[in-house]
């Protein structure tokens, strides 16, 4: 296990919220504490971020520290990981070049990912190059550092998957040199995807329908009351669906037996409080106000670190300019690999 390998990351356009949580970081920590790998690296990933957002750069900037702050506080270590930003690391930019030559514009297309998010933004008539090679990008991300585990949103896969016929057409036309990785998604099924406040599918910060981690308690409170939940469940006596239910799929994602001891000893466990919904008798502000207690009894720890660490900013910029060294120094062995497999190392 040790010879593993581990690269994941998050793009720069905002504070992470708490589908980042469930869907990887929280899945990072715990692997971090583990101690089962060679490396594990962490990337801000700048350059991806500016694909759709090449107007307002300054929107990234200010991000970086953002982010960094909601890692350090949710409990990554600078001592043990390896967090850096991506436009410190030019190597793999011409990582990206080599690998664009290895992909058709037709396959970018087919990517769900990307036409996903093609729609969402409204690109369908004037698609940014920048932003279709998006894919492309993440591979040299990944290979640049022969991660060999990718902890990632059950939405990532279709990356990993075009990150993988990449190194197998790399490998095939110039020799062994390029390393799959493997998918890494959380055990719990409802931390995949974890649905947006309203509803929707995904949470999205350009949806509106966040919770973000550094969320003070008075904000959280007001998101967690005005959470979807079952629009046929109008009387408290009414029986309720649970499946499809938000603030029910938040309880799978976060709750934990211990917390009803805690906050609800009416109920023993989580199926208790369900059925008891779905007979009827159980209403929505009650299963609200007992959300609201698990989640901010999670994040009121992330809260406190964050306001230590953000009191001295020049601290945070100095273990990304460290990470980013390190990471550096591991591109550029990838690189010479690449460029002695094309035949491009002349001197």
């Avoid at 990554?76 to 990981?81: A, N, R, V």
């Avoid at 008539?125 to 591979?139: D, E, H, M, R, T």
């Amino acid at each position: 296990m040790k010879k593993e390998i581990i690269l994941t990351g998050d793009r720069p356009t905002g504070k992470l919220h708490l589908g980042h949580y469930v869907g990887s970081l929280r899945e990072r920590v715990k692997l971090q504490e583990d101690g089962n790998y060679k490396d594990l690296l962490i990337m801000i990933a700048d350059m991806q971020a500016l694909t759709d957002n090449a107007s307002n750069p300054q929107k990234i900037r200010n991000s970086i520290l953002e982010l960094a702050l909601d890692y350090f506080s949710c409990g990554i270590d600078p001592s043990k990981t390896t967090v850096f930003i991506q436009s410190q690391v030019p190597e793999l930019c011409e990582l990206t070049f080599y690998y664009m030559n290895l992909v058709t514009v037709a396959r970018l297309m087919r990517n769900p990912t990307v036409k996903s998010e093609i729609q969402m933004r409204n690109f369908e008539k004037s698609i940014p190059s920048g932003f279709l090679n998006y894919p492309v990008s993440q591979a040299a991300d990944i290979t640049a550092f022969k991660a060999t585990c990718v902890p990632v949103g059950e939405d990532q896969i279709p990356m990993l998957e075009q990150t993988n016929e990449i190194v197998r057409k790399f490998n095939a036309l110039y020799g062994e040199v390029l390393v799959e990785p493997k998918v890494l998604l959380s055990k719990n099924k409802f931390c995949l995807r974890l649905p947006g406040t309203d509803g929707k599918a995904k949470m999205s910060k350009s949806l509106g329908n966040c919770v973000y981690l550094s969320d003070s308690k008075e904000i959280l409170k007001e998101k967690v009351m005005n959470m979807f939940t079952d629009p046929g469940h109008i009387k408290v006596s009414d029986p309720g669906k649970v499946e499809g239910n938000t603030v029910f799929t938040y309880l799978r994602a976060f709750c934990e037996d211990d917390h009803f001891s805690m906050f609800l000893p009416d109920y023993k466990n989580l199926c208790e409080m369900e059925e008891h919904y779905k007979k009827g008798g159980l209403g929505d502000i009650k299963v609200k106000k007992f959300l609201f207690e698990v989640l901010d009894y999670t994040l009121a720890p992330i809260r406190k670190k964050r306001q230590e660490f953000s009191k001295n900013p020049e601290k945070i910029y100095e273990i990304l300019q460290e990470g980013s060294k390190k990471a550096r120094i591991l591109a550029q062995r990838t690189l010479n690999d690449v460029r002695h497999a094309i035949g491009l190392d002349y001197f």
